[in-house]
């Protein structure tokens, strides 16, 4: 079960185990806004009410990162293919990550020593990382193949990048297949009205 942990100033932060969460609170490092009702955590001199949403005491000093891997670049890009702008869904309104593949903008049989140029902004990176790579479903894939989009007569809906701090919760969120109640006080507006397709906006 996970709790969303704010900043001192209220901006979401993380997303962490309530496992965690029950440790800052009882460290007096966090304090909890917003719990489980009727639950709570039991220890033989304890009742603490299970967190659901807790605030941190002190200001966070690294923001939580993303890690590059194809299901947290499929989320960046809202689970929608990066050149039809297609988003595959599951019968139950889920994303169907099954549907999306991960392509390379400037392909890997145009690398040189591991690297590529990105043709819009002429910066060189390796072939794998965030700013070449985007979601695409499997028929652009294969039409695009071993091309760049420009090659392939395509074009990217949106230019892909790294994502910020500030964009690792939505992706996080983007992941879960509901949004608890408790924590909908405490996200922006923007972030409550399906967050997976709003997500495509993080990569432009």
Not at 11 to 26: K, N
Not at 116 to 130: F, I
């Amino acid at each position: 079960m996970l709790v969303l942990q704010l900043d001192v100033d209220f901006t979401p932060l993380r997303l962490i185990r309530w496992e965690r969460a029950v440790e800052l609170v009882l460290a007096a490092r966090a304090y909890t806004v917003a719990a489980l009702p009727d639950r709570f955590v039991r220890s033989p001199s304890l009742a603490l009410p299970w967190p659901s949403v807790i605030v941190a005491r002190t200001p966070a000093r690294l923001r939580p990162r993303v890690g590059f891997h194809p299901r947290n670049v499929a989320a960046r890009d809202g689970y929608r293919c990066a050149y039809c702008g297609i988003a595959p869904m599951l019968a139950d309104g889920r994303p169907d990550r099954r549907a999306l593949t991960l392509d390379h903008v400037v392909p890997r049989a145009q690398a040189r020593e591991g690297t590529v140029v990105l043709p819009w902004s002429r910066k060189r990176v390796p072939v794998h990382c965030w700013e070449n790579a985007v979601a695409a479903c499997v028929r652009c894939n294969q039409r695009k193949a071993d091309r760049t989009p420009e090659q392939a007569g395509m074009t990217l809906r949106t230019l892909p990048r790294a994502p910020r701090p500030t964009d690792a919760l939505r992706i996080h969120l983007a992941r879960l297949s509901s949004i608890p109640e408790e924590w909908r006080p405490y996200l922006p507006s923007g972030w409550l009205a399906e967050p997976r397709r709003e997500l495509v906006a993080l990569a432009g």
